[in-house]
């Protein structure tokens, strides 16, 4: 589904497109996360299937629902753009890319009809949004300006200097990152889907 | 005049996100607990979808991405 060809995922291509947008937008840092997730992306794609066993998985997912809400107080406590915030995140990353790795794998079973026309609508709407975010940040370089053609992250900016707006995005991140790692990466007979 | 999120920006470049929030809103809402019967809903899906170790890494470097841009990376935008 998510395969051009046996090891090669379009992630892979997604992600490089997306590093070489950001080095056209000339922002080292996204650049360079977006380099190395497309080097990871492509070392997953060929490197044998790793598992961590299940009740292992379950018990560190305890421990990092727990380690979730420590930081949520912390991010809400540290002001935005404070270098500190970027240590912890950096330090969070090989964490979180090595649970994604020796996560459970499952092949994708996407046998119900309805499943493949819910895929058909996010790819879709997704695509569109990415166009629109890439179009009004290609075009924002152009026109030089931040304010003509906004992009998602300029216009939250107000929102996330308040700290209601800050904390809901700190709490549902982490409540999105956690779900990502270990409620989703379940064997899919577990979502039923009633009729 | 300003828009709705009191930045002084493009009215309607920049409301169309809140026109691509509601839409977005809309499809999970109209797809949860399988009210509509002929789309699965978005965790069904997701369930579905992500469960190869390749689709998972990529969705959480993202995920990591819009954390470290939010929090940290805005102020240098462009």
Known sequence: ?195 | MRWVLNINTHLITANIYLVMLFISLAIIFATMDNKNKRVASLKAMMTKVFVTRTTRIAFIMFWWWVGIHFLFATIHHR
């Not at chain 1, 935005?80 to 990353?93: K, S, V």
């Not at chain 1, 058909?120 to 370089?141: D, P, R």
């Not at chain 1, 549902?172 to 270990?182: C, E, K, Q, S």
């Open chain 1, 1 to 195: 589904m998510n395969q051009l060809k046996r090891g090669f995922s379009y992630w892979t291509l997604a992600f490089l497109i997306t590093t070489l947008l950001q080095v056209f937008r000339g922002s080292p840092l996204d650049a360079l996360v977006f380099s190395s997730g497309t080097i990871i992306l492509l070392i997953s794609s060929f490197y044998p299937k790793v598992h961590l066993p299940g009740k292992w998985f379950d018990l560190v997912g305890r421990w990092v629902g727990v380690l979730a809400f420590v930081l949520l107080v912390v991010f809400y406590l540290i002001p935005r753009h404070d270098i500190w915030m970027a240590y912890i995140l950096w330090a969070m990353l090989p964490l979180v890319l090595a649970l994604a790795w020796v996560g459970p794998h499952h092949a994708p079973r996407m046998s119900d009809p309805r499943l493949h026309r819910a895929q058909h609508i996010w790819i879709e709407w997704a695509l569109i949004v990415c166009f629109w975010e890439y179009a009004a940040n290609i075009i924002g370089q152009f026109a030089a300006s931040n304010e003509s053609f906004p992009t998602i992250s300029l216009v939250m900016d107000p929102i996330m200097d308040t700290h209601i707006g800050k904390f809901a995005f700190i709490a549902a991140w982490l409540w999105m990152g956690y779900n990502l790692i270990f409620r989703l990466n379940q064997p899919s007979d577990e979502v039923g889907l009633e009729h």
